[in-house]
C-alpha cells in the first residue's frame, strides 16, 4: 500500500473527529428520543453534513482540498455500500454526497468514516465550509506552491472554531496555488491566490466577496500581499468583522458578499485591516515548523525520471482514434516530461454527471494504486483525477478506465457537463437538472463532433442557489418553476477559467424541458458558422456577442 | 377519466424521522410510505384537521405539511406538483445501479 | 429561569447588560469595575455574542462573570466556554449535567482563544522540541 502524500492525521486530529462522532452520536440519541426539538437538532447536524433532502438523508461527506487516498476511496465505497444505495455523488466542491442515508445510522457510518481519518464536518450549516483548492495541485506544470497545505492550515483552525460557529450565512473559501485559477477563488466568500512578489517572496493575494446564487458576484481584493505566516490572524480578523456585522435579518442576504456590497470594498478593508492590526503578533501568527511539518507531507512522491516520448504510446495514438481523443482530452501535461495528469470522466453519455457506483469508486482506486501513487483527486467539474502517471502507463490506465466506464474522451468538451442534483433529489429545487444534462449528454455523444466543438462547458443550477455553478458556464442553465411547469433559463459567456471570472448574461425568456436540447443545437450551430480559427464557443460569444446565438436559439424553440 | 384538479383533496406528508423516508398520514393516523393509504381530506376544514393531527402524530416525523393531490375515477391518488410526484415516486431516472460496471 | 455559575460566589454587581448589537469595543469606560456582563443570544443560531465574549475577555482584559442569556442550550456549552461564558440562564432539562461534562467533551482543540488551552499545534511544537536531542555532550 503506497504511503500518502498529503497530509497524515496525527492522534490530535484522530481524537478530535473521534469525539465529534461520540458527540453527534449522543446528539441523535437526544433526537430520536426527543428530547432535542427538531428546530434544536437542525444545525448540529448541518455542521455533520447532514441533510434532509427530499427522499431521505443526504450524507455531505468532505473530501479536503479534494484529495483521497486508494484506502480512504475504498471505504467511501464500503459506507456507500453498506449504509447507502451503492453509489455517490461528486460535487462542485470537492465533497462527495450520499444520497439515503438514514439518521439513526449516521452516527455508525461517521465513525467509519473516521477509520480512515476522513469525516463529515462542517460540509453544511452557517459555519467555514471544507477550503476547496486546485485539482492538479502538486503536479500542475504552473503551480507557484501547493495550495493544500494552506487548505489543510485552515482546515484546522475553522474546525468547531468556538467564535464562528454560528455565522450569518455558509462560508467558502478556495484557494489557487497557481496564476491559472482552477479553484474559482474569485466566486468565493473568501478566495486565496498564492503569488510571488517583486522580492520573490510568497504570499496570498486576499479576495473577499465572491459568490454565486441569487446574487452572483465577482470578489474584491482585500489585501494585495499577505504574508503566508500571517494567514489565520488575518483570515480570524475577516471572519470576526462578518460574524459581527453581516446581516441577520434575511435569509437571503446574510453572506459576506452582501456586506461587501453594502459598506462598499474600501470599508471593508477598513475593518478588516482595524481588526487584524488590533490582534497582530497574536497566537495565530504561524511558527514556521508548524507550516513546515504540514507542507512537508504534501511534498510529492519521488516520481522517477521517465521519458517522456514512448513509443508504445505514439503508436497506439496513431492507430486507436478514441485513445488519440482520450490522450487528447482527457490528460493535461504534469510539471515532470514523462508524466501525465490524467481526469476519469464521471460523465458518460446519458449518465448521471459526476455519480460513481461503489464498484467504480474500487476500480478507481485499484487504478490509482497501480499507476497513480495511490492518490486519486476530485475536481470542481465532477471528475475524478490521477495526479502522476507515468506515459508509459497511459494505454493500461485508459483500458482499466474504459471497462469502468469512465474513459469517455470528453472531459472539457460538451458532454463533460456539471449538474446539481436538482429537484430529483433536492428540497431546495425547482426543477430537474439530471435528466436535462442526460439528454444534452446523448444527443451530442458522438466524439468527432463533440471535438469538433471543442472546449464548451455547460453548467446546469436546479435553483438559484446555483450548486451547478451555471453562472459561470459557458453555457449556463437554470432550472426554474413557472406554474409548476419545469422552464429553464439560457445563459451565455460565463467563465471560471485561466484567472478568468465571468457571470453569464441571460439570453432570453426561459424555455420548456423538451426545447433545450434544440436551445443548445442551435447555440452550437451558431457557434460552428461563425467561428474564426482557434476560437473556442466562449471566444466567438465574446467577439460576435448574444444576438446572433439568440436569434437563432428563438427561431429554434 | 376526470381528475378532482381543484386543489381541494389534501393528504398529509412528511420524512420519516429516523431514516428519512416520505411518508402519508393514514386513517389510523399511521405514517405509512404508501401514498394509497393515505388519508384524503375533501375540503378546507377536513385539511385544517388532517394536519393537526399529524402535528400530534408528529414525534416520529419532521415537519409534517399537506400536499395537494387528484384522485382519479378509479381512485388512484396523484400529487399535483411535480415536487410532490417525485417525493412520492422517487427519482425520475435510473440511478446507477448498485453493482454497475460497464463494458466497452 | 435556572441560572448556572461556574463560580457561585462571584460579586454580580456592578452589572452591565448588553444587547448583540453593542460594540464592546466602545465601552471604554463603562467598563470600569464591572463584575458582572450579561450578554444575550436572541436565536441560538445567532452567535454575535460569542464575538462579544472574546473581544471582552481577550481584548478588553474582562476577568469579571460574563453571563450567557437568551437562547442558551446545552450543545453549544463547549462553545459558550471557550469564548469566555462564566454562567448560563437556560430552563432547557439536563443543562447542569451537560456544564459538569462540557468541558472534557473535547480533549483536543485547533484554534487559540482566551481558555489557555493548549492547541494541538502548540502541543505538537512542544512534543517536536522534546524530542530533539541536545547538543552534543
Known sequence: MPDTHFYRYDDFDRTLIAERVEQFRDQVRRRLSGELTEEQFKPLRLTNGLYLQLHAYMLRIAIPYGTLSSRQLRKLAEIARKYDRGYGHFTTRQNLQLNWIKLEDAPDALAALAEVDMHAMQTSGNVVRNVTADHFAGAAADEIEDPRIWCEVVRQWSTLHPEFSFLPRKFKIAITGSPNDRAAVRVHDIGLRLWRNEAGEVGFEVIVGGGLGRTPMIGKTLREFLPKEELLAYLEAALRVYNRYGRRDNLYKARIKILVHEIGAEKMREEVEAEYAAMKDSALKLAPETIEAIANQFAPPPLPHRSAIVPEVERLRLEDRDFALWLKANTNPHRLAGYRIVTASLKPAGAPPGDASSVQMEGVADIADAYSQGEVRVSHEQNLVFPHVVIEDLPSVYAALKRLGFAEANVGKITDIIACPGLDYCALANARSIPVAQRISNHFADLARQHDIGDLKIKISGCINACGHHHVGHIGILGVDKNGVELYQISLGGDVDFGKTAIGTILGPAVTADKVVEAVDALVATYLEAREKGERFVDTYRRIGAQPFKERVYAAV | ?104 | ?137
Open chain 3, 1 to 137: 429561569m435556572p441560572l448556572f455559575r461556574l463560580n457561585p460566589k462571584a460579586p454580580e454587581a456592578p452589572a452591565l447588560t448588553l444587547a448583540n448589537t453593542d460594540d464592546v469595543l466602545q465601552l471604554g469606560a463603562r467598563l470600569h469595575g464591572v463584575k458582572l456582563i450579561v450578554l444575550n443570544f436572541p436565536k441560538f443560531t445567532d452567535g454575535r455574542a460569542y464575538s462579544q465574549a472574546r473581544l471582552l475577555r481577550e481584548r478588553l482584559g474582562y476577568q469579571g462573570e460574563l453571563r450567557a442569556t437568551g437562547a442558551v442550550f446545552l450543545d453549544q456549552l463547549p462553545f459558550l466556554l471557550r469564548c469566555g461564558f462564566s454562567s448560563f440562564e437556560s430552563d432547557q432539562k439536563g443543562f447542569g449535567e451537560a456544564l459538569e461534562k462540557a468541558r472534557t467533551l473535547f480533549s483536543v482543540v485547533y484554534q487559540p482563544v482566551g481558555d489557555g488551552r493548549a492547541t494541538a499545534a502548540e502541543l505538537r511544537l512542544k512534543r517536536r522540541n522534546a524530542t530533539v536531542p541536545l547538543a552534543a555532550d
Open chain 2, 1 to 104: 377519466m376526470a381528475k378532482n384538479l381543484s386543489g381541494e383533496l389534501q393528504v398529509a406528508s412528511a420524512n420519516r424521522l429516523s431514516d428519512g423516508v416520505v411518508v402519508f398520514l393514514d386513517d389510523a393516523g399511521q405514517w405509512t410510505p404508501r401514498l394509497d393509504q393515505a388519508a384524503l381530506a375533501r375540503d378546507g376544514r377536513g385539511a385544517e384537521i388532517l394536519l393537526e393531527r399529524a402535528r400530534v402524530e408528529g414525534a416520529s416525523v419532521v415537519d409534517p405539511f399537506l400536499v395537494a393531490v387528484s384522485e382519479d375515477d378509479d381512485g388512484t391518488v396523484t400529487p399535483l406538483s411535480l415536487r410532490e410526484k417525485i417525493r412520492a415516486s422517487g427519482l425520475t431516472f435510473d440511478a446507477i445501479a448498485a453493482e454497475a460496471v460497464r463494458y466497452a
